[in-house]
Nanobody, 123 residues
């Protein structure tokens, strides 16, 4: 069993930056793909970014490419999402997810989820 706890959300002005962290419990974190999803009010949860267990494979949603960077530190059981040049449309609850495989196009198939952290970008 893996438990995920996100932190780092908050209120920021457009153009600003935030770094989200997702701390995982469990000894198998380093074996898992990890990712970030977000859910804006009235919208479905959507893929943001994913990283393989080794960090060697990374993917991003088109809407965040060039602005967001995902990384992981397996020694600390933590995955990060550095968010730069934030826009009001990035406002959402951000969720960390993980599992043997990270499903970007089938949200409900992902095995483990955090409780989410709110990111609000003001214009």
């Amino acid at each position: 069993q893996v438990q995920l706890v996100e932190s780092g959300g908050g209120l920021v002005q457009a153009g600003g930056s935030l770094r989200l962290s997702c701390a995982a419990s469990g000894r198998t974190f380093s074996n898992y793909a990890m990712g970030w999803f977000r859910q804006a009010p009235g919208k479905e949860r959507a893929f943001v970014s994913a990283i393989s267990w080794s960090g060697g494979s990374i993917s991003y949603a088109d809407s965040v490419k060039g602005r967001f960077t995902i990384s992981r530190d397996n020694a600390k059981n933590t995955v990060y999402l550095q968010m730069n040049s934030l826009r009001p449309e990035d406002t959402a609850v951000y969720y960390c997810a993980g599992g043997r495989r990270l499903y970007s196009d089938n949200v409900d198939a992902n095995q483990y989820w955090g409780q989410g952290t709110q990111v609000t970008v003001s214009s």
